[in-house]
């Protein structure tokens, strides 16, 4: 075990300490979560601007863009597990004044970020057409993928090493930090591509190197944030660890995470792959689908992303009474929020597969009815996303990992390789929709339960107050 040592000299670490315990509740909850959303939104924004401007290259070339956010899902499932591995460790020890247990933490899983995506990417390039096609690249959208994976394998580490460390600076409360290198690259994506796209005449690769150089550009501004010894973490090469239970915690801690972005990856490949089968027009639909939901959700895991430094804050803490209101505030906020994304794009779907200046009509036609089917059920989405990081973030790994799980493994996966056997193409459309209805009963009864648990423990804690009076 670690040593710990008494709060550190600077000011930052109490002063975030009495802002994540103080501060009302709901405008910290929004206060953390605003710039988180708007760090994802724009993250989701650059794909979404990716895809626009492949889209002038052909249906071909968007149905590799579906194949890649698999390929990028994978590396994000790196770095968010790592990262949260961390965090939900980080932000209690924050909350507990442990700071060198932190440091340490944080240190190690830098390192093991940037050690695993290298790993991964030089796996990746030795299989890259199997792999591609595994994720549902067909013959004629294959070539514009391998084009694109090539490129972006080569910032891989940088870019899982990003979200990694942004939950790290999320677990301290310095989301407006995450949001401007998360943002800046973003942004910078967005004017870049289409310059490297149609003036330097790169076609898809234009898109790629792109995209590489946002991430590098990301990574490099969130890493002086540490260099340059801001905040209440450390990470420095002399903290990382050699004891094997550091590395076994980070994995338990991060396996919620692993689960969620892994299946995600399975999800999108397996759904490419069903989609396929009708077509590119199948594959480039549900990639304009994927990339609207991703906008849609970024808003709401935005959300959640700063509702969990303020639980593990608070449960490390025993504050029991701000737990409470911290999970009832955000699901409310989330409620209302996905309500309102929901309705805009069940009533504007036309107009929203349209932007994509889509001229097949068999991708206008699949793209409406999917983006309204899944919109149709934004209201319940809250309730699996907030449960599932409600567990993870106080350390209950395992019911975490089967929250994580329902929605694209234990419902979406069963239901996207039976529906559209039975009843065709509506049956890759709706199997979305179908699992997170069954997810919220899942993620309903565990949030119940939880909710109750607080309660129970707030009553004791105010029996126990008034007894020691």
Not at 3 to 19: G, I, L, S
Not at 362 to 373: H, I, K, P
Not at 404 to 420: D, K, V, Y
Request: hydrophobic share 55%; aromatic share 10%; glycine share 10%.
């Amino acid at each position: 075990m670690v040593k710990e040592v008494p709060a550190p000299t600077t000011n930052d670490a109490n002063r975030t300490y009495r802002k994540m315990t103080e501060e009302a509740v709901a405008p910290l909850v929004l206060k953390l979560g605003v710039p988180t959303m708007l760090s994802m939104l724009v993250t989701a924004l650059y794909m979404t601007a990716s895809t626009y401007y492949v889209a002038y290259l052909g249906t071909s070339a968007v149905g590799a863009m579906g194949v890649i956010f698999a390929l990028q899902t994978i590396i994000q499932a790196i770095g968010i597990m790592i990262g949260q591995g961390c965090a939900a460790q980080t932000s209690r020890l924050l909350g507990a004044k442990a700071y060198v247990h932190a440091n340490t933490l944080a240190s190690s899983g830098l390192f093991l970020s940037l050690l695993f995506s290298s790993l991964f990417a030089l796996t990746a390039w030795a299989v890259l057409e199997w792999l591609l096609s595994w994720m549902g690249a067909t013959a004629t959208i294959l070539p514009y993928a391998s084009t694109y994976a090539q490129i972006i394998l080569l910032a891989c580490p940088f870019m899982a090493a990003s979200y990694t460390l942004n939950n790290l600076l999320r677990s301290e409360g310095l989301a407006i930090v995450g949001m401007m290198g998360l943002g800046a690259g973003g942004v910078l994506n967005i004017g870049v591509a289409p310059i490297f796209i149609f003036v330097f005449d790169w076609g898809i690769a234009g898109a790629a190197w792109a995209n590489a150089l946002c991430q590098i550009i990301s990574f490099t501004i969130l890493l002086s944030h540490y260099l340059r010894g801001k905040g209440s973490l450390q990470i420095h090469c002399s903290f990382i660890s050699k004891e094997a239970t550091i590395y076994f915690s980070i994995f338990k801690n991060g396996l919620p995470s692993l689960t969620r972005n892994s299946l995600g990856a399975v999800a999108a490949s397996v759904l490419n792959l069903m989609a396929g089968r009708y077509g590119d027009a199948g594959v480039a639909a549900m990639s304009i689908v994927g990339q609207v939901m991703m906008m849609t959700n970024a808003f709401l895991i935005g959300l959640g992303q700063g509702f969990q430094p303020v639980l593990g804050y608070n449960w490390g803490a025993k504050l029991f009474d701000r737990v409470k209101t911290a999970l009832d505030v955000t699901i409310a906020m989330g409620t209302v929020l996905m309500v309102a994304l929901g309705l805009l794009g069940f009533i504007f779907a036309q107009e929203v597969v349209g932007f994509f200046e889509v001229n097949d009509p068999d991708v206008m036609n699949v793209g409406v009815l999917a983006l309204r089917l899944q919109c149709s059920v934004a209201i319940i989405v809250p309730v699996n996303v907030i449960g599932n990081m409600a567990f993870q973030v106080i350390g209950r790994t395992a019911v975490g990992t089967l929250l994580a799980a329902t929605r694209q493994g234990l419902f979406f996966l069963p239901l996207i390789l039976i529906l559209p056997g039975q009843i065709g193409l509506l049956g890759v459309q709706s199997a979305q929709p179908i699992a997170e209805v069954l997810s919220f009963f899942v993620c309903g009864y565990f949030l119940w339960h939880f909710r109750t648990e607080v309660q129970n423990r707030i009553k004791i804690q105010k029996g126990g107050e008034l007894n020691s009076k």
